[in-house]
């Protein structure tokens, strides 16, 4: 199919538009272009009118200067008189020969009047020259002087009648010349209409094919953007671009509105299921919550640290005084966001347990530069990523390891980061973990990173974790969360 066609066999809107304008240009150049050798041939004829007008007065002008000089040397012949007669002769010579000689442009009548200035001047050189040669005292000088005298007379009668007879026939040329010039105006008037008449015709055939329906495109997709699907469909009225992308707008409408209709219809499906699954969990907790007394259970870790101090067990006392620590913060608050000197509190208690674990060999290092009691986090944020620390970087590392904790402020963002120094992973294993917590946000059922990260979506609009890893370099996970809330007052603990 040819490229200048659309699928339905119509002329593309591109190519229109290039018709129209490319008929614009035209007559546009057009214009131009008259104009430009209308002012050239204009000026051209002004110019020879000037060239042959000036000629003809320098000529004049020479034989006049000539005939003057000619007179002064005779009366008075020094040198000074002799030279400029001499410049006189020569400008009068390089004048004459400057007068146009063409037959075919000047004319017969100038053509002959030129000829016979020539001619007399030449025979008035002969005899002017002949006469310089005789003495004063001659018998024939007085005779000879008034007959150059005359000769200098009739010169200047020939370049006069030239000069009219070139005047004449300038005059003729230039009214000539001014009839057509008369008549420019006109066509260039004629020219503009032509263009104009092109353009608007343009806005038309634009305004019908383009700028029209993509109004009733922005009125449809406004009344679409509402949730408004009940409007008509568009009528499609060109084969053109503007014709195909109302049709396919037209498709988009019908396929938007069944699309809408099935999203309602899995939004009030999940709602349902979120309900059943909240129960759900609310209903195992509180199983797990009667079968475990918290009070019971730290009672016991209680008797259990007296019975460690009686035997002179200090350190079995101190892990059991830290275990029942740890239990009584995770259980002792149901907010989803807790301060970080909250969460500090508990990941302590976790930390010495770890080291008890370890024999010490791995340190934990903490650098917050931030008020830990003035900033939120999600509860139970930390622990997780430090026990993935010992626990996948650090453990198999005989030699121990570090673990730094940092926490500092980027405007309004609190930023958190848990580093090692372990055996970290590959790209291959970094991206399985990065797949995982991706699957486990999506399922809700991951207890670990992939549980922090959906509840860090959903309690920080623009709230991420990161993960940054290289095999025997270790491992980082960064979060940052917006802060924008206030911490509230602390819940009561269990005593």
């Known amino acids: 199919m040819a490229r200048n066609k659309t699928a339905q066999g119509g002329i593309s809107l591109r190519h229109k538009v290039t018709a129209w304008l490319a008929a614009i240009l035209l007559v546009t150049m057009l214009s131009t272009g008259i104009a430009t050798m209308a002012g050239q041939w204009t000026v051209r004829s002004f110019d020879t009118l000037l060239a042959d007008n000036a000629v003809c007065y320098t000529v004049q002008n020479a034989l006049k200067d000539e005939t003057q000089a000619f ?10 008189t002799e030279q400029a007669y001499t410049a006189a002769c020569t400008a009068s010579e390089q004048s004459l020969a400057a007068l146009p000689f063409d037959y075919a442009r000047i004319g017969e009548e100038r053509y002959a009047r030129t000829w016979n200035l020539l001619q007399g001047y030449a025979g008035y050189r002969q005899e002017r020259d002949a006469f310089l040669q005789l003495s004063p005292s001659a018998d024939t000088y007085i005779e000879q002087m008034y007959h150059v005298m005359a000769l200098q007379d009739y010169l200047a009668a020939y370049a006069l009648r030239l000069t009219q007879a070139t005047l004449e026939q300038e005059n003729a040329l230039y009214s000539s010349t001014a009839a057509h010039i008369r008549h420019l105006p006109w066509l260039y008037l004629g020219l503009f209409l032509t263009a104009a008449v092109l353009v608007l015709l343009l806005i038309r055939v634009l305004s019908r094919a383009v700028v029209r329906p993509l109004l009733r495109l922005a009125q449809a997709s406004r ?11 568009l009528p499609v009225k060109s084969s053109d671009e503007v014709g195909r992308l109302t049709g396919t707008f037209n498709q988009m409408k019908h396929a938007m509105a069944q699309q ?19 129960d759900l969990e609310h209903t195992r907790l509180e199983v797990l919550k009667s079968q475990v007394n918290p009070h019971f259970l730290f009672n016991t870790l209680n008797m259990i640290s007296c019975m460690a101090r009686l035997e002179d067990a200090a350190t079995t006392d101190q892990m059991i005084v830290h275990l029942g620590s740890l239990f009584r913060h995770n259980l002792r608050t149901k907010r989803q966001q807790i301060t970080l000197e909250e969460e500090l509190d508990g990941l302590e208690d976790y930390i010495y347990l770890q080291q008890m674990r370890f024999d010490g060999r791995i340190t934990v290092e903490k650098s917050i530069q931030v008020q830990p009691a003035a900033v939120l986090v999600p509860s139970f944020m ?19 390891g570090r673990i730094l904790l940092r926490a500092w402020m980027q405007g309004k963002v609190l930023v958190l980061t848990v580093a090692d120094n372990g055996k970290g992973m590959t790209a291959e294993e970094l991206d399985a973990v990065q797949t995982k917590i991706v699957q486990s946000e999506q399922t809700g059922r991951s207890i670990g990173l992939g549980n922090i990260s959906r509840r860090i979506g959903m309690l920080y609009p623009g709230g991420k974790m990161q993960i940054y890893s290289r095999a025997g370099h270790g491992t980082v996970v960064r979060f940052e969360l917006p802060q924008t809330q206030q911490p509230e007052e602390k819940e009561e603990t269990l005593s």
């Not at 007179?71 to 000074?80: D, G, I, K, L, N």
């Not at 953007?225 to 009940?230: C, I, L, P």
């Open 260 to 278: 809408l209709t099935t999203q309602q219809a899995l939004h009030r499906e999940e709602v349902r299921n979120l309900a059943l699954e909240k």
């Open 382 to 400: 930390l622990q997780p990523v430090v026990e993935n620390a010992y626990s996948h970087g650090l453990k198999s590392r005989e030699e121990g």
């Open 71 to 80: 007179a002064r040397y005779v009366r008075q012949p020094t040198s000074e």
């Open 223 to 233: 009344s679409i953007a509402e949730g408004d699907f009940s409007s008509p469909d």
